[in-house]
């Protein structure tokens, strides 16, 4: 089979990685891709936005199945575009990618269908949101409702910070037009825990769970970023906690979809908060989270093509996933000043003392000349598999430890928490 992943960044190098383990693929492709990308696939120069793009190449190339990776060209209608060109695809449609792409609708989704999550409110006027503001309750949450590279969310101590929060998006567009509209919301307190699922629209299949690390310092400091780290399993997440989040979380959200006319086949990432009253949905995303999939695809023991193929064909009940049981760390080497302003084009050194068994994922890189080079704001996703959390840290950091480029920034705690 010739497949086609959208997208260039660590997660497409992870879904790429394991697809080519199965046995009936016979070449590779991606768009735009990476320079760690480029030794497994063919790197295409075709834009993740260029829906038309897209389309001619896979038509013209016959590609078996194409791979829609990103947020952005979901939400756009890349796989309906697909679909109609008659070409197998997988994620979810546009009117489901609507899940992610606005915040509003999946809260007023989440209410209608008494799926938990944090209280809130929703703006379209930055005065009405000031005022709100000033007799919420502390700390509270202020989220842009589109698309904003997963930095679209900013945590509120004060009634200053929460007036410069809704005034930077909503008036000074800090994240585009992703800041029309606000979500406003109660503060929950309690671990957090990542959710991947496979869902055909009808049968849904958790992925093992996992725990991301936002905020770019140690101890959860500083500004919130793509994602600086991951592990899994969650120490949180419990058999008993799964067993709630089925019943009152992941299959309502599937039901509800279908009930609203927005059937989603692809993976749902439910982020969640465990807090003392249970679980509830901070966010969805429609597509596989980063840098979470690298420490899941990391432990999944199926044929990742068959699960896809099983998801496209509504045909999921037929799959059971197996796991490793081991312990997946996921450690992001960022380029100094991510996630504001930072410089690219260092080159990478090192890779090649990296342990075998330690899969060096990339994410912002661009390969020239035999050498890799940074061209990103996160640049490396290093991930190691052991038999403890302890042993896969200790791998982990010490691959870190072999790499190097000018400005390398990375979280020193990924896994203690």
């Known amino acids: ?50 829906i038309a793009g897209i389309v001619d190449f896979s038509l013209k190339e016959k590609m078996d199945m194409v791979i829609v990776a990103p947020d952005d060209p979901l939400a756009a209608g890349m796989v ?56 919420a309750k502390l700390p509270l949450v202020v989220k842009a409702d589109g698309l904003a590279l997963g930095k679209g969310v900013l945590i509120c101590n004060t009634v200053d910070e929460a007036t410069d929060a809704v005034l930077s998006i909503m008036e000074d567009k800090k994240f585009g037009t992703a800041g029309q509209r606000i979500v406003v919301e109660e503060f929950l307190t309690g671990p957090e825990v990542s959710v991947l699922a496979f869902t055909d629209g009808k049968t849904i299949i958790p992925m093992v769970s996992s725990q991301d690390h936002k ?22 997440y419990t058999e008993e906690i799964h067993s709630i989040c089925m019943k009152t979380i992941f299959v309502p959200t599937i039901n509800a979809m279908n009930q609203e006319g927005r059937p989603f086949k692809g993976v749902i990432f439910f982020g969640l908060m465990i807090t003392k009253d249970g679980p509830k949905v ?23 093509l068959e699960v896809f193929e099983a998801v496209i064909d509504e045909k999921l009940d037929t799959i059971k996933l197996s796991w490793s049981p081991k ?36 994410a912002g ?43 390398a920034h990375y979280r020193r705690d990924i896994g203690i928490k």
């Open 80 to 135: 309906d575009a697909l679909e109609e060109a008659g070409i197998r695809a997988f994620g979810p449609r546009k009117n489901a990618a609507v899940l992610e792409a606005s915040k509003a609708f999946s809260k007023d989704l989440m209410k209608k269908y008494n799926i938990p999550t944090a209280a809130y409110e929703i703006f379209d006027d930055s005065r009405a949101a000031v005022e709100y503001v000033k007799t």
């Open 1 to 50: 089979m010739k497949i086609l992943v959208v997208g260039g960044g660590g997660r497409e190098h992870a879904i790429l990685w394991k697809i080519k383990q199965s046995p009936r693929v016979t070449k590779l492709y991606c768009a735009p891709g990476n320079g760690g990308i480029s030794d497994i696939a063919e790197c295409v120069p075709i834009g993740a936005m260029d």
């Open 327 to 362: 312990t997946a760390v996921c450690v992001v080497m960022a380029s100094g000043g991510y996630p504001g302003s930072y410089e690219k084009g260092y080159e990478i050194k090192g890779l090649e003392s990296v342990e075998k068994d330690i899969i060096v994922f990339h």
């Open 215 to 236: 905020r770019a310092y140690d101890n959860d400091q500083g500004p919130n970023t793509g994602g600086m780290g991951t592990f899994s399993p969650s120490r949180a």
């Open 365 to 407: 890189t661009k390969k020239e000349n035999n050498k890799y080079y940074t061209n990103g704001g996160r640049v490396l996703g290093v991930t190691a598999l052991a038999d403890n959390m302890e042993n896969a840290r200790e791998k982990a950091y010490r691959a870190v430890s072999c790499i190097s480029f000018k400005d």
């Open 282 to 304: 901070l966010e969805y995303n429609a597509r596989f989270g980063d840098p979470e999939t690298q420490v899941v695809l990391l432990r999944l023991e199926n044929d990742l």
